[in-house]
């Protein structure tokens, strides 16, 4: 199994700063794709931005310029670097992590728990 802890959400102002972490763990093999997706009261779960193996980077249009993903293949670990924060980016972000625990398994997405992230004066 893969276990993932986020951290790094909060209360900002507009204009302001956030970095998200995920850390994951448990029986990895080996990490394809991490990411980052959101989900706003009312609305659908949306991809933000996601890193594959690679180096790949997807950002979504309402995020690209301001948010910026990284990527630590030693550690499992994937960060979000939230810049110049708006109101609409207040939603519960949520990790993501397409990976496989042994040699010859189907890769399959593990989520973590969900951090706030609220932007308001």
């Known amino acids: 199994q893969v276990q993932l802890v986020e951290s790094g959400g909060g209360l900002v102002q507009p204009g302001g700063s956030l970095r998200l972490s995920c850390v994951a763990s448990g029986s990895i093999f080996s990490i394809y794709q991490m990411g980052w997706y959101r989900q706003a009261p009312g609305r659908q779960r949306e991809l933000v931005a996601a890193?594959?193996?690679?180096?790949?980077?997807n950002y979504s249009d309402s995020v690209k310029g301001r948010f910026t993903i990284s990527r630590d293949n030693a550690k499992n670990t994937v960060n979000l670097q939230m810049n110049s924060l708006k109101p609409e980016d207040t939603a519960v972000y949520y990790c993501k992590v397409s990976a496989s625990i042994s040699i010859g398994a189907s890769m399959r997405d593990y989520w973590g728990q969900g951090t706030q992230v609220t932007v308001s004066s």
């Open positions: 890193i594959n193996s690679g180096g790949r980077i």
